[in-house]
């Protein structure tokens, strides 16, 4: 049972537009949802997060939307750099687990 | 910085070795997990510590175990190897505390069973 999905495994943009990645969640008690990074032969890092008191959270170019009741989160990233170029997925703390989706590979264009 | 460092980057094991992953934290974090990260399916958890000597089952444990002796490492431990054990292996650790706590990675171990 995949309770956290990421319907759309690869996205290529190109360089300056925006990055819209999303994640569906079935848990209803989740609360709290991170984004992270991972690179190729890397470990994941933390991007950004978000509690579900907020609808919205941004931190730089990285802003990350809430909608509790379609149960889904969104992370848009303006503009998009090359740099961005990475697999992104969505987490959800429950008590001590966390929970992942399968992950979006973002490909930016120059 | 928090530094998480898994023992080793490549492995290569034969089917029905067993095979040790080590992974030490040095942030004196409580919690520790050890994910697989497959291609089309993300990260899956394999098992997590919350504390010395206590273990839970993630979502896929089987054929797996682990162990944490001491707060900073926890081991990774497939009695008898087997080819869909071939993954990458990521090993995680963060603060008990509130919901919002960052889980901290390694570089990962990739595994191939043969």
């Known amino acids: 049972d995949q309770q956290v999905k990421q319907n759309s495994p690869s996205l290529s943009v190109q360089e300056g537009r925006i990055s819209i990645l999303n994640c569906d969640y079935t848990?209803?008690?989740?609360?709290?949802f991170l984004w992270y990074k991972k690179y190729p032969a890397e470990g994941p890092t933390f991007l950004i997060s978000?509690?579900?008191?907020?609808d919205k959270n941004e931190d730089g170019r990285f802003t990350v939307f809430l909608n509790k009741s379609a149960k889904h989160l969104s992370l848009h990233i303006v503009p998009s750099q090359p740099g961005d170029s990475a697999v992104y997925f969505c987490a959800a703390p429950f008590y001590q687990k966390v929970t992942f989706g399968t992950g979006t590979k973002l490909q930016v264009i120059p | 910085d928090v530094k998480v460092t898994q023992s080793s980057r490549y492995l290569v094991k034969r089917t029905g070795e067993k095979v040790f992953l080590e992974c030490v934290q040095d942030?004196?974090?409580?919690?520790m997990f050890w994910y697989r990260q497959d291609p089309g399916l993300g990260l899956r958890l394999i098992y997590f510590?919350?504390?010395?000597?206590?273990?839970e089952k993630g979502d896929i444990p089987e054929g797996y175990s682990v162990s944490r002796e001491k707060k900073e490492r926890f081991s990774l431990i497939l009695e008898s190897a087997s080819t869909n054990q071939t993954s990458m292996y990521l090993c995680?650790?963060?603060?008990?505390?509130?919901?919002?706590?960052?889980?901290?990675f390694g570089s990962g171990t990739q595994l191939s069973v043969l």
């Open positions: 942030m004196d974090h409580e919690n």
């Open positions: 848990n209803s008690m989740f609360d709290y």
């Open positions: 978000i509690s579900s008191i907020k």
């Open positions: 510590s919350y504390d010395v000597k206590m273990k």
């Open positions: 995680a650790s963060s603060l008990r505390g509130g919901r919002g706590e960052k889980l901290f």
